[in-house]
């Protein structure tokens, strides 16, 4: 009898804690702020993306901004280099976020342009790691099936940042991790070889 | 007596389930990869076959898909589509059930009996007008995955593209069990299995123009990226998340506040 109790009661806890982790309003470590947060800037990106008469700099500066407010990029910078980071010098350190950083907005900042047309819901959130908050939300795109991508948001002092963007299970700041070690392995250990190839990245056609 | 022994059965169910994907876990880590590296002992001739996939993919696939989606009508690519998806719903089928996910199974069949005999064999998609659930696709690399098989080494095979040691055996698995095969062989068409391939290639490719470009434009080491994309992709569907293992961010109290402006 004492086994199957325990059986029961493990359970029920089992399902307690499943429903507990599908139902935001029960999350209690999750950040409300952070679903909030993401809600105002998809938003104002949305509002952004489909004033198709803005002119193309104009854009690009919209994006810039936003990508500022949103996102800690130093940090995913950071932490995207990994054990590298610690081998660079200073003088290293400094070139490779600023070369990171206009990776970021020549790579997405056309999309923004391009907008066709997407929406997004949240979908819930739920805590993550010691103090992160993943907001779960599916992009729903005019054709073909909806994109579950989740942000993750760390609050910091008073202000949400995202710290990393999950596409269907794929982290960006994993994908690039494991891209840019490829890049120093293949250089000898080197980060200046990693810094060249951002160059050479960032400097064609500007975006 | 009946719900405890149901209760009992889903317990050991979920027992088996998180012991496979612990020894999983083992496994993978076993192969000395850390959570930064994919497993790649073969890099020099893995990435020898994907320059030329890749050559094949600019010079011939994209070009195909571009046309393909540019000209063909979106219905008429929704009922190829949904075509193909019929014919591969016996093998999401039976990897569901090998993989004790019965809901998974059930909504597979549901869906392939109504497209296969209502729906003409898939030309039009009568289930999702029936409102039965859509499926995840399974196969027998997800299947060994959640028995506990770790990926091994990474490989990229020729016109098949990425894969690992654990996947590659369950392709060929799924390719012998595929009914539509033994079917077509059986009626010495093989003509029609090739175009079966060659059509689920393009299907696929036209769907991710974008991302592919996106990817192409915006990598500095494509291979390692796609390595990368890979990787994550088969362990979410393992697992069937898009939420399993997350890593660590910690915070770099060193420099809480970085001389460092990129915006400037």
């Known amino acids: 009898m004492l086994t199957r109790r325990h059986l029961l009661t493990g359970a029920a806890l089992l399902a307690f804690s499943g429903w507990a982790s599908l139902n935001p309003a029960f999350a209690q470590s999750a950040d409300p702020g952070a679903g909030a947060f993401i809600q105002k800037l998809g938003t104002e990106a949305i509002n952004s993306f489909a004033n198709k008469g803005q002119p193309k700099p104009a854009a690009l500066a919209k994006f810039r901004q936003l990508l500022s407010e949103g996102f800690d990029v130093p940090y995913i910078g950071r932490w995207v280099l990994g054990r590298y980071w610690n081998q660079a ?17 020549k790579t997405y900042a056309d999309r923004f342009v391009e907008y066709s047309g997407e929406t997004f819901k949240i979908t819930g959130t739920r805590p993550e ?61 080197k980060i200046d070889g990693l810094i060249q190839a951002l160059r050479q990245k960032t400097a064609q056609q500007p975006g | 007596m009946m719900p405890a022994t149901a ?34 002992p073969l890099e020099v001739p893995n990435r020898f076959v994907f320059a030329m996939n890749d050559a094949a993919d600019i010079l011939v696939i994209r070009p195909a898909a571009e046309i393909y989606a540019g000209t063909v009508p979106d219905p008429v690519r929704n009922a190829v589509q949904n ?20 809901q998974n199974a059930s909504d597979a069949t549901g ?29 027998f690399g997800q299947t060994l995955g959640v028995w506990g098989v770790g990926e091994g080494p990474y490989l990229v095979l020729p016109l098949i593209g990425r894969s690992n040691a654990r ?23 093989n003509g ?44 979410a569907s393992i697992s069937n998340s898009t939420s399993a293992g997350t890593p660590e961010f910690p915070e770099f109290p060193e420099d809480a506040k970085p001389n460092i402006s990129p915006l400037r």
Request: glycine share 8%.
């Open chain 2, 83 to 102: 075509i193909l998806e019929t014919l591969l719903a016996p093998l999401v089928i039976g990897n569901s059930l090998l993989q004790g996910d019965g």
């Open chain 2, 192 to 235: 029609v299995l090739y175009s079966r391939s060659a059509a689920a290639a393009i299907d696929t490719r036209s769907r991710l123009l974008r991302e592919v470009d996106d990817m192409r434009r915006s990598s500095v080491d494509f291979y390692a990226a796609a390595r990368s994309l890979y990787h994550q992709q088969r362990n």
């Open chain 2, 111 to 139: 869906r392939f009996m109504t497209n296969a005999i209502l729906g003409l064999g898939g030309v039009f998609d009568v289930a999702s007008t029936a409102g039965i659930p859509a499926y995840r696709t399974e196969d």
């Open chain 1, 89 to 105: 010098s200073p003088q290293q350190q400094q070139e490779y976020q600023k070369l990171f950083e206009q990776l970021i907005v």
């Open chain 2, 7 to 40: 209760i009992r059965s889903l317990f050991r169910t979920a027992l088996a389930a998180t012991v496979a994907l612990a020894l999983a876990g083992c496994a993978s880590g076993r192969n000395g990869t850390g959570q930064d590296e994919v497993y790649d």
């Open chain 1, 129 to 189: 790691g010691e103090s992160d908050t993943m907001v779960t939300t599916q992009i729903i795109r005019p054709a073909g099936p909806p994109v579950a991508v989740d942000w993750r948001v760390r609050k910091r002092d008073a202000s949400y940042k995202i710290i990393d963007v999950v596409v269907e299970g794929v982290s960006m700041g994993v994908t690039q991790r494991q891209e840019f070690a490829s890049v120093i392995q293949s250089n000898g250990g």
């Open chain 2, 167 to 189: 996947d590659a055996v369950g392709y060929g698995v799924d390719t012998v069990a595929d009914p539509f095969r033994i079917a077509t062989s059986a009626a010495n068409a």
